[in-house]
């Protein structure tokens, strides 16, 4: 319980720290169609260096895997939290709402349920985007016209980790230790 708080403390600290350099937007953008990178860059930064990081460490761990194509997988990494463009999202928001999924998921859930409908108040939208990110970024995908592959597994982000296909059980991976 100690190690999991001082870790999110680390996580958060790190997050704050980090900044997109012209070295991650050059890697973002090799990847992605303009489009993609349209959306991918209406994220907030600290939310597209976490992308670029989970991204690279996907590579890393996808070489000589069978059946892991490296492409797909870095733009699995890079699109994997699109959704959460949906909501401006700070990063002392982003904290509370992790704080609150791993301590608090009542709570959470109940706040996140209170979001549902589009014109809700900001501050329950906030708990709704959070635990839906991965179906609202498919949705946000969709309408870009990307294609159905990368849309069913952004949307699986959402779903138990049971039920991840390798990719997204690399990408599990991965962005677990960011
Ligand atoms: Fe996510
Ligand atoms: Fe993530």
């Known amino acids: 319980m100690l190690a999991r708080l001082l870790y999110r403390f680390k996580q958060f600290w790190f997050a704050i720290a980090a900044g997109m350099d012209d070295e991650d937007r050059n890697f ?12 991918f ?4 930064g600290f939310e597209q260096k976490h992308a670029v ?7 890393e761990e ?6 892991v194509e490296e492409r797909k997988l870095i733009r699995l990494g890079l699109l994997h939290d699109v959704g959460k463009a949906a909501e ?3 990063i002392i928001d982003k904290s509370v709402l992790v704080i609150a999924h791993r301590f ?5 859930d109940g706040l996140a349920k209170k979001g549902e409908a589009d014109k809700s108040a900001s501050f329950y939208r906030k708990f709704y985007v959070h635990k839906h990110h991965g179906a609202i970024g498919a949705e946000l995908l ?3 016209g990307e294609s159905a ?15 991840h296909d390798l990719y997204m059980r690399l990408l599990d991976f991965a962005d677990s230790t960011y």
């Not at 860059?41 to 907030?44: A, D, I």
């Not at 597994?153 to 980790?161: T, Y």
């Open 28 to 39: 973002a953008r090799q990847y992605l169609n303009l489009k993609e990178a349209a959306l």
């Open 41 to 44: 860059f209406s994220l907030p």
């Open 53 to 59: 990081v989970v991204a690279r460490k996907m590579r």
């Open 62 to 67: 996808g070489k000589g895997v069978r059946g």
């Open 88 to 90: 401006r999202l700070s």
């Open 104 to 108: 608090l998921p009542k709570l959470y």
């Open 142 to 144: 969709s309408k870009i």
């Open 149 to 163: 592959d990368i849309i069913a597994e952004v949307k699986s982000h959402d779903r138990p980790f049971s039920s």
